[in-house]
């Protein structure tokens, strides 16, 4: 399971990031539709999140620093769970920009459910790949507590 839930998340961040760098005008039309950011920070972001995703993908593949890897994964997933539920809230009907011009994906519930089983796969690969801090740190507490 460790491993299908590895490709997906790398293929979705490959796809994702050299979509971006292709064509990153989808996902500037969305970032200006959207009142949580600033007309300032959409440009940065713009550039800034197709090269984080193509880190996260190298990370991954490599096995580098899990815990960060898989801690920033974890909440740039979340982050577009609660910007597709936003979106669809909001009744914006562009194509998000997530894959480029690579694969056409509109914002919608579709979308919703799919950022869903995304999240999914990064908080289970977040503890799965961080089992042994979490029993160290959780194991820790409990004998602190029994100490005292």
Known sequence: ???LSNGIILIVLILSGIGKIIDPLPAIQLMEKLPLIPNILILPIASILPALE???ALGILLRYK???IYSVNLLLFL?????SIYGTILKI??????????LESR???TMVLRNSVFLGLSIYLFINSNMELINKI???????ENEA
């Open 1 to 3: 399971m460790k491993l």
């Open 54 to 56: 193509l880190s996260l």
């Open 66 to 68: 899990k815990f960060i």
């Open 79 to 83: 982050s577009f769970f609660i910007l």
């Open 93 to 102: 009907k562009v194509d998000c920009g997530c894959f480029g011009s690579l």
């Open 107 to 109: 914002v919608g519930w």
């Open 138 to 144: 959780f194991f820790k507490a409990r004998r602190m």
